[in-house]
């Protein structure tokens, strides 16, 4: 994954509606999903890069790049939207879905 400087886009919520907002920063696409941090933040995000949303915040840039090798291998994250991935996310085994968040909570390791 290549760091870039310039403009991303990411899921926010305004009025309680999703819209797709514009930042300035560094990004780095490794799909299905990008790493990304505003101009004045020093942490990073991973976030989803079909329903933009956020994964996990707060993290190293190792971190966030651990972390996308190792969800790369849950087919769930290839849905092309929140409600397909949700509904596939609840189609999972009970321990898979706790695993999948051990994962993400413990940034891939």
């Known amino acids: 994954m ?6 991303f886009k990411i899921r926010t919520f ?3 509606h999703p819209t797709w907002t514009y930042f300035d920063g560094s990004y780095g696409n490794d799909f299905p999903f990008y790493v990304h941090r505003k101009e004045s933040e020093k942490s990073w995000t991973l976030s ?5 949303y956020s994964i996990k915040q707060n993290i190293t840039l190792k971190q966030a790049r651990k972390l996308s090798k190792t969800l790369k291998e849950w087919p ?3 849905m092309p939207d929140v409600e397909t991935l949700n509904h596939q996310k609840s189609l999972l085994p009970t321990y898979k879905q706790n695993l999948l968040k051990s994962i993400i909570n413990n940034s891939g390791e």
């Open 2 to 7: 290549r760091i870039h400087k310039g403009s």
């Open 14 to 16: 305004q009025d309680n």
């Open 48 to 52: 989803h890069m079909s329903t933009g």
């Open 76 to 78: 769930l994250f290839l």
